[in-house]
């Protein structure tokens, strides 16, 4: 069965701290990998992956795939109150409409 | 550029009333979505549609009807709702097979069933 995991759930930080969310798959016919910030509302991209090891960066955001190990990483450096949000990651996967799969989202916190 | 828009944002049902959640996309995608979030759950795919005329089950399809009425527009219809329908509800369209996909989602549409 396609799933994608990811950890953890929730995190609590400090505003200054650096976080690594997680995000792990088992799929079959891998396309890309999907990063995404959800506030209140709709979830807004960040990022799109589709080979290991080459870096996306995106101010302090940066994410990176390893698809031998079907891992990725959303890196935040210099948390702000600003990044509390969930981040969701998504697999898009091979198929006739494509196929995406959530994982349940990581709930970042950023306190003061 | 509007990219997805959904309608309604916030609706109340009471059990066993029927409604429609419009979706339109104006990014001349092939493909559109119907999912439902729920807490702790993430996105749970319902109904899909690859193209237009067709449309197939997602993950949680019970419960819930799709039309693909034409390329811009998928409208998803409880028929008879239920409290375990209460959700947020995010349609969203990608264009098919190409290399660099990405998902664009709707603004969202909260529904309560009491």
């Known amino acids: 069965e396609d799933k994608v995991v990811q950890s953890p759930l929730s995190l609590v930080v400090h505003e200054g701290d650096t976080v690594t969310l997680n995000c792990s798959y088992e799929v079959t016919n891998f396309r890309s990998l999907l990063w995404y910030k959800q506030e209140k509302k709709a979830p807004t991209f960040l990022f799109m992956l589709?080979?290991?090891?080459i870096e996306k960066k995106s101010g302090r955001l940066s994410s990176i795939l390893d698809k031998k190990e079907l891992f990725s990483i959303l890196n935040i450096t210099a948390t702000q109150t600003g990044d509390s949000a969930i981040y969701l990651c998504?697999?898009?996967?091979?198929?006739?409409?494509?196929?995406?799969?959530f994982g349940p989202g990581t709930s970042l916190s950023v306190i003061p | 550029n509007a990219g997805v828009t959904q309608t309604p944002k916030f609706q109340v049902l009471k059990t066993g009333q029927s409604m429609t959640l419009q979706c339109a996309q104006d990014?001349?995608?092939?493909?559109m979505y119907w999912y439902r979030q729920d807490p702790g759950m993430g996105l749970r795919l319902i109904y899909y549609s690859a193209s237009e005329g067709t449309t197939d089950k997602g993950e949680v399809p019970n419960g819930y009807n799709v039309s693909r009425l034409n390329k811009r527009e998928f409208s998803l219809r409880l028929e008879s709702a239920a409290p375990s329908q209460t959700s947020v509800y995010f349609c969203?369209?990608?264009?098919?097979?190409?290399?660099?996909?990405?998902?664009?989602f709707g603004e969202g549409s909260w529904l309560t069933v009491v």
């Open positions: 969203a369209s990608s264009p098919l097979r190409d290399s660099g996909n990405t998902i664009y």
């Open positions: 589709t080979s290991s090891g």
């Open positions: 990014m001349n995608h092939n493909s």
């Open positions: 998504a697999v898009v996967m091979k198929t006739s409409y494509d196929k995406v799969i």
